[in-house]
């Protein structure tokens, strides 16, 4: 069974930096695409960013191109979500989401995936 566990999550002020870490387990992480979703307080889930299986192909959603960067390091079955100049709209749960044989297409789609982690919080203050 794939389990995901999330961390890296914290409170950190506007125009600072975290990097949330997903941690595989189950499977052959390399043949799985993961993904990062949010949901912030009051709002509906939304898709941050993906990268795909083995060869790694990203996408990131328009509202943190240019400031988050994801990579996964298949030696220690692990994504990471390095996000930059932080903004407190970026507040929200962030949860990782893994799945197999997700195309290209889908990566933003969250029923692409079939693994969710519990999250974790980001806060960021003005």
């Known amino acids: 069974q794939v389990q995901l566990v999330e961390s890296g999550g914290g409170s950190v002020q506007a125009g600072g930096s975290l990097r949330l870490s997903c941690a595989f387990s189950?499977?052959?992480?390399?043949?799985?695409?993961v993904a990062w979703f949010r949901q912030g307080p009051g709002k509906d889930r939304e898709f941050v960013s993906a990268?795909?299986?083995?060869?790694?192909?990203?996408s990131y959603s328009d509202t943190v191109k240019g400031r988050f960067t994801v990579s996964r390091d298949n030696g220690a079955n692990t994504v990471y979500l390095q996000m930059t100049s932080l903004k407190p709209e970026d507040t929200a749960v962030y949860y990782c989401?893994?799945?197999?044989?997700?195309?290209?297409?889908?990566?933003?789609?969250?029923?692409?995936?079939?693994?969710w982690g519990q999250g974790t919080q980001v806060t960021v203050s003005s």
């Open positions: 989401a893994a799945g197999a044989g997700v195309i290209t297409s889908s990566l933003r789609n969250a029923r692409a995936y079939d693994y």
């Open positions: 189950g499977s052959t992480f390399r043949t799985y695409s």
């Open positions: 990268i795909k299986r083995a060869g790694g192909a990203t």
